[in-house]
């Protein structure tokens, strides 16, 4: 397809579980962001990737939060020992470059039990 | 990361123009104006961005003012289909490392038939 892929759309997991969520971006975009939405609120960033290098993990909420893009394309966010409030839909982005327009995916929407 | 003030919700009525404004007085030189916009269920996309002067596009139009203090987003006739969260977002594209888009909560925009 031609847009931001994003899988799965919808995850249940028991708390403490671990859950891995998929990004695949436009292809030839360098720039990957994640965002991470709570209901009623505006997306949080969460990190940014140019090409395989994570430039900035500023947002992540805790060590239990880490991404990666190994070969500069697909991206996957994973949450270790999930907690309720960890229950949110996550977004990914991507862009020709750092600068340009960011096109989202659907988001994926997580909710811990 | 310089702020931008919107109302919480507006009201408008279908096949009326609708201006959104957005303050963000502390706004730096090197920062374009962004806004994007996020449909129910879905993630959020671009509609238009400026720097100074006033930007059209076949979505909407961008009004700035001259001190660059605050803005508006002229939609000119609004459908149902309008109906989204509309986020005013200051982006520095000068730098190299601080790409990321920072959100606030928007401005929820309810279109009446």
């Known amino acids: 397809g031609a847009g931001v892929s994003q899988s799965p759309r919808y995850k249940v997991a028991k708390r403490g579980q671990d859950v891995a969520l998929r990004c695949d971006p436009i292809s030839g975009h360098v720039s990957l962001f994640w965002y991470q939405q709570a209901l009623g609120q505006g997306p949080e960033f969460l990190t940014y990737f140019q090409n395989e290098a994570q430039l900035d993990k500023s947002g992540l909420p805790s060590d239990r939060f880490f991404a990666e893009r190994p070969e500069g394309s697909v991206s996957t966010l994973k949450i270790q020992r999930t907690q309720q409030e960890d229950s949110a839909v996550y977004l990914c982005?991507?862009?020709?470059?750092?600068?340009?327009?960011?096109?989202f995916g659907e988001g994926s929407r997580l909710t811990v039990l | 990361d310089a702020k931008t003030t919107q109302p919480n919700s507006m009201e408008s009525n279908e096949e009326e123009p609708v201006h959104l404004p957005c303050n963000h007085s502390?706004?730096?030189?090197?920062?374009?104006i962004h806004w994007y916009r996020q449909l129910p269920s879905q993630g959020p996309e671009y509609v238009i961005h400026?720097?100074?002067s006033n930007v059209n596009n076949r979505m909407a139009s961008l009004a700035i003012a001259e001190d660059r203090k605050s803005s508006t987003l002229i939609l000119h006739r609004a459908t149902l289909r309008d109906a989204a969260v509309y986020y005013c977002?200051?982006?520095?594209?000068?730098?190299?490392?601080?790409?990321?888009?920072?959100f606030g909560k928007g401005t929820r925009l309810h279109i009446l038939p």
């Open positions: 502390t706004i730096s030189g090197t920062d374009y």
């Open positions: 977002i200051l982006r520095d594209v000068g730098g190299y490392r601080d790409d990321k888009i920072i």
């Open positions: 982005a991507s862009s020709v470059r750092g600068s340009g327009e960011l096109f």
């Open positions: 400026g720097l100074t």
